[in-house]
Nanobody, 125 residues
Framework: QVQLVESGGGLVQAGGSLRLSCAAS????????MGWFRQAPGKAREIVAA????????NYADSVKGRFTISRENAKNTEFLQMNSLKPEDTAVYYC??????????????????WGQGTQVTVSS
């Protein structure tokens, strides 16, 4: 059974940084697309960043471009989201996700098969 476990969330002041981690177990995901989503109170879940299965392509939401960076460390079966210049509107529960199929670049939330439980990020003004 594949499990994704996020960590690194917390409370930070506007302008600060956080680094989220997503550790996978139960299966090696080194060739699988992975993504980060977030859901703010009263809003729908939205994609923040995604990385293709071969690691060569990254996509970002317009709202985080230039501030967030997605990366992965295959040796640790772990994905990261570096978040800089945080804003109060970045406050949300952040989820990592992975596609069960290798070598893809998912385009919709429904393309992801594995999900973490989420980690809270709160940015104070």
């Amino acid at each position: 059974q594949v499990q994704l476990v996020e960590s690194g969330g917390g409370l930070v002041q506007a302008g600060g940084s956080l680094r989220l981690s997503c550790a996978a177990s139960g299966r090696t995901l080194s060739t699988n697309a992975m993504g980060w989503f977030r859901q703010a109170p009263g809003k729908a879940r939205e994609i923040v960043a995604a990385m293709s299965g071969n690691g060569g392509r990254m996509n970002y939401a317009d709202s985080v471009k230039g501030r967030f960076t997605i990366s992965r460390e295959n040796a640790k079966n772990t994905e990261f989201l570096q978040m800089n210049s945080l804003k109060p509107e970045d406050t949300a529960v952040y989820y990592c996700a992975a596609d069960a199929e290798s070598w893809t670049m998912p385009t919709t939330e429904g393309d992801y098969d594995y999900w973490g439980q989420g980690t809270q990020v709160t940015v104070s003004s």
